[in-house]
């Protein structure tokens, strides 16, 4: 049930923003080949979506659960997220996890830091299986957060969560946080998204430690 206006929540992506690197990139570090990272370049060509890009090298990992679950644990977190977590949930404010990757490997997460249970997660629904890989699948056209290119609208989840909110503080880092950021009230940023703020004149706040997203929840 979504609450009455009045309160505040938090939304925010996950990789490059709660974890350090981004789990795409780390894991074809890990274990790809140029080759295999060949969709990526299909895709910054424009011939496939972004979604079908990570979803065709995410298919390329073969090796058995426990394996792949102690490489998604080796992602450095952000410090103070969980200590985030627990104020926010002490004190009534709400927390949106927006993501345009998988939700596998961001549960492993969120339920290895304690917290699984104490945020909101909208991503793409996924699989793994050493045979098939790491398979996302995308919302079906009718889903109110449906996106052709990434499989979730950032921007469909902050409009319709704006509304519902009387502060909004969004925290990113990408090109897919950049129409999301265009309807916070407060915009954290680093990477790619503080340039696009720059860029566009939007007004933002470095985020160069997760503990500031922290600090402003504490005293706004």
Known sequence: MLPEK??????????????KKDFFWYIIEKLMTEEDVQPWKDYQAGEITHFEAL?????K?????EELHKIILELPVEDCF???????????IDIYIVSAGADYYINVILDFLG???????????STYSPKNGLQMTKQSEDS??????YG???EAVMKFLKSKYELTVFAGDGTPDYNAALWADVVFARGTL????????????????YCKVFDYLKSN
Do not use: P, Q
């Open 82 to 92: 969980t200590e985030l977590v627990s104020y926010c949930n002490e004190n009534n």
């Open 144 to 149: 109110v957060f449906y996106s052709e290119n």
């Open 115 to 125: 917290v699984k249970n104490s945020v909101n997660l909208i991503a793409n629904e």
């Open 55 to 59: 979803n065709r090298i995410f298919g």
């Open 6 to 19: 009045g309160k505040k929540v938090l939304i925010t992506d996950f990789d490059g923003t709660i974890i």
């Open 152 to 154: 979730i609208s950032k």
């Open 194 to 209: 503080l340039e696009l703020c720059k860029e566009h004149n939007i007004d933002f706040i470095e985020l160069d430690s």
């Open 61 to 65: 990992i073969h090796i058995n659960e």
